[in-house]
């Protein structure tokens, strides 16, 4: 607006010729509902102020009016239930805007003054940049009422001094004086918290879609530690819930020490910390290892005993709940140092709610792993009213994670390197397309080398994943049919498990 630009350098010297001629201070504002009898195109001039409130009608809606104020005193008289007065310091046409705001117990004015030539070019901007405002208000409110819902249920009764942990006990100890108390769902909240502030971090050994995983100290020993990503907050959520359900902790299931949540309204760091195993996941374990068939019988036996514990459903006062991984992969399951594995992961676990015959379904946006997804998953059929749907679809997983062990089991002096399932059907990140059509449409599994079948142990071994993985859901074996089959392969080839 040239006026204004007049107006702004009227104490320095013009460099022009011409001398313009400043006019007294009149604000041009744009007017609604309130307009004076010599108003024209919806403005008025004043030596005052432009305004905008919002006016209640009695049963009525609230109604968003405008008009110009003078310096002294008004000729408007409005019952005002909210009001927002504009200096636009300009002789342009000034826009006004009062926006009330309502959301999650928050009532605010945002209140914008703009400055332009043609007011209607002004007043469409003005609704715009308000429109956003109040979108980006309504979204931070949320996202922080959310976050201190979510907090709250975690730490309500936790906002007292740490609890003390006298020298010398280790996390031994301390479990197991949980354990005997009776409760079965893992350490008080309280020594959780205390142990969580007390670990120092060592180093990185791992990171993925939800965060980073840690090596750390606590009292000289090594724990774990999964730091999640902020925008993982559910998944923390879920996963620290399902560790600390009664009666879930089993040697073949990743133990859960502590979770913990650190930091301010700036940052948040969501803490999981768990027993430390150095050989890392399934995952890493078979790409440098191979094995006989005593390690081979050994890995399996332990990974569908954790999986069988999971599934099945303890009934008692304080009894446990049928539990669904979701995600089963040779990833989220652990090697022990004494070759065995726990399942680990249980960020997307289902819980099977007998009472009420519901399914309890974690509230995060994550899914599984596509390359391990089952048919009825991958053509989007699962009845995910029914439970026993999740459970079935963990057995096709375990089926794949099976196939993978079996491949690194020396027999006549023959292994097969290291190998995802589906390597040689579909890319290094296959598509939801790319899965559908290999498992669904064409039926195909991973493929079993020429000599399985003069192997009596992987023979048998692949006419357990071959169950595991049929296309029908119903035809597969449950986790305790696959755990009492290979007790009995171990018993037969005198192997102690």
Same mark, same amino acid.
């Given at each position: 607006?040239?006026?204004?630009?007049?107006?702004?350098?009227?104490?320095?010297?013009?460099?022009?010729?011409?001398?313009?001629?400043?006019?007294?201070?009149?604000?041009?504002?744009?007017?609604?509902?309130?307009?004076?009898?010599?108003?024209?195109?919806?403005?008025?001039?004043?030596?005052?102020?432009?305004?905008?409130?919002?006016?209640?009608?009695?049963?009525?809606?609230?109604?968003?009016?405008?008009?110009?104020?003078?310096?002294?005193?008004?000729?408007?008289?409005?019952?005002?239930?909210?009001?927002?007065?504009?200096?636009?310091?300009?002789?342009?046409?000034?826009?006004?805007?009062?926006?009330?705001?309502?959301?999650?117990?928050?009532?605010?004015?945002?209140?914008?003054?703009?400055?332009?030539?043609?007011?209607?070019?002004?007043?469409?901007? %003005?609704?715009?940049?308000?429109?956003?405002?109040?979108?980006?208000?309504?979204?931070?409110?949320?996202?922080?009422?959310?976050?201190?819902?979510?907090?709250?249920? $975690?730490?309500?009764?936790?906002?007292?001094?740490?609890?003390?942990?006298?020298?010398?006990?280790?996390?031994?100890?301390?479990?197991?004086?949980?354990?005997?108390?009776?409760?079965?769902?893992?350490?008080?909240?309280?020594?959780?918290?205390?142990?969580?502030?007390?670990?120092?971090?060592?180093?990185?050994?791992?990171?993925?879609?939800?965060?980073?995983?840690?090596?750390?100290?606590?009292?000289?020993?090594?724990?774990?530690?999964?730091?999640?990503?902020?925008?993982?907050?559910?998944?923390?959520?879920?996963?620290?819930?399902?560790?600390?359900?009664?009666?879930?902790?089993?040697?073949?299931?990743?133990?859960?020490?502590?979770?913990?949540?650190?930091?301010?309204?700036?940052?948040?760091?969501?803490?999981?910390?768990?027993?430390?195993?150095?050989?890392?996941?399934?995952?890493?374990?078979?790409?440098?290892?191979?094995?006989?068939?005593?390690?081979?019988?050994?890995?399996?036996?332990?990974?569908?005993?954790?999986?069988?514990?999971?599934?099945?459903?303890?009934?008692?006062?304080?009894?446990?709940?049928?539990?669904?991984?979701?995600?089963?992969? %040779?990833?989220?399951?652990?090697?022990?140092?004494?070759?065995?594995?726990?399942?680990?992961?249980?960020?997307?676990?289902?819980?099977?709610?007998?009472?009420?015959?519901?399914?309890?379904?974690?509230?995060?946006?994550?899914?599984?792993?596509?390359?391990?997804?089952?048919?009825?998953?991958?053509?989007?059929?699962?009845?995910?009213?029914?439970?026993?749907?999740?459970?079935?679809?963990?057995?096709?997983?375990?089926?794949?994670?099976?196939?993978?062990?079996?491949?690194?089991?020396?027999?006549?002096?023959?292994?097969?390197? $290291?190998?995802?399932?589906?390597?040689?059907?579909?890319?290094?990140?296959?598509?939801?397309?790319?899965?559908?059509?290999?498992?669904?449409?064409?039926?195909?599994?991973?493929?079993?080398?020429?000599?399985?079948?003069?192997?009596?142990?992987?023979?048998?071994?692949?006419?357990?994943?071959?169950?595991?993985?049929?296309?029908?859901?119903?035809?597969?074996?449950?986790?305790?049919?696959?755990?009492?089959?290979?007790?009995?392969?171990?018993?037969?080839?005198?192997?102690?498990?």
């Amino acid at each position: 607006c040239y006026l204004c630009m007049l107006q702004r350098n009227s104490g320095k010297e013009s460099s022009s010729s011409v001398t313009p001629v400043i006019p007294e201070r009149m604000l041009l504002c744009h007017c609604y509902h309130h307009c004076p009898e010599d108003s024209t195109n919806n403005t008025c001039r004043t030596d005052g102020y432009c305004f905008t409130m919002v006016e209640e009608e009695e049963g009525g809606s609230p109604v968003l009016t405008s008009g110009c104020l003078g310096s002294v005193g008004s000729e408007f008289q409005c019952r005002v239930s909210f009001l927002s007065v504009c200096n636009c310091l300009s002789v342009c046409l000034c826009v006004c805007n009062c926006l009330l705001v309502l959301s999650v117990g928050l009532s605010v004015i945002v209140c914008l003054s703009y400055l332009c030539v043609i007011h209607h070019t002004a007043l469409y901007t %003005s609704v715009c940049i308000s429109c956003v405002m109040l979108i980006f208000i309504i979204i931070y409110c949320y996202y922080r009422y959310n976050r201190q819902v979510t907090r709250a249920r $975690y730490s309500m009764g936790l906002e007292q001094d740490e609890t003390f942990i006298p020298a010398g006990e280790s996390l031994k100890d301390l479990i197991e004086q949980s354990q005997s108390s009776g409760s079965g769902s893992g350490l008080p909240l309280l020594v959780q918290r205390t142990i969580a502030k007390q670990i120092q971090m060592v180093k990185q050994i791992g990171k993925g879609r939800y965060g980073e995983v840690w090596m750390g100290r606590w009292r000289g020993e090594r724990v774990a530690v999964k730091v999640f990503f902020t925008t993982e907050e559910a998944s923390w959520f879920r996963e620290t819930e399902i560790y600390q359900t009664v009666l879930m902790r089993h040697e073949n299931i990743l133990g859960f020490i502590a979770a913990d949540i650190k930091g301010t309204g700036s940052w948040t760091q969501l803490y999981l910390i768990t027993d430390y195993h150095e050989n890392g996941s399934l995952y890493d374990y078979l790409k440098s290892t191979t094995l006989d068939t005593k390690a081979l019988l050994r890995l399996a036996y332990s990974a569908v005993s954790g999986l069988c514990h999971l599934h099945t459903e303890i009934f008692g006062t304080q009894g446990k709940p049928a539990i669904a991984h979701r995600d089963l992969k %040779s990833k989220n399951i652990l090697v022990k140092k004494n070759g065995t594995c726990c399942i680990a992961d249980l960020g997307l676990a289902v819980k099977f709610i007998s009472d009420t015959n519901e399914v309890d379904i974690p509230p995060n946006t994550r899914v599984g792993t596509k390359r391990y997804m089952p048919p009825e998953v991958l053509d989007e059929s699962l009845n995910r009213c029914h439970f026993q749907s999740y459970i079935m679809a963990d057995m096709y997983s375990f089926g794949l994670i099976l196939w993978e062990m079996a491949r690194r089991c020396v027999s006549g002096g023959i292994v097969e390197e $290291y190998q995802l399932p589906y390597h040689d059907l579909v890319p290094t990140d296959p598509s939801y397309e790319d899965m559908r059509e290999v498992v669904c449409i064409k039926r195909q599994r991973p493929s079993f080398a020429n000599r399985w079948s003069s192997d009596e142990c992987l023979r048998q071994m692949g006419k357990l994943m071959t169950e595991c993985w049929a296309h029908n859901p119903a035809s597969r074996l449950t986790a305790l049919r696959v755990k009492k089959t290979l007790a009995k392969m171990s018993e037969s080839q005198d192997i102690k498990l």
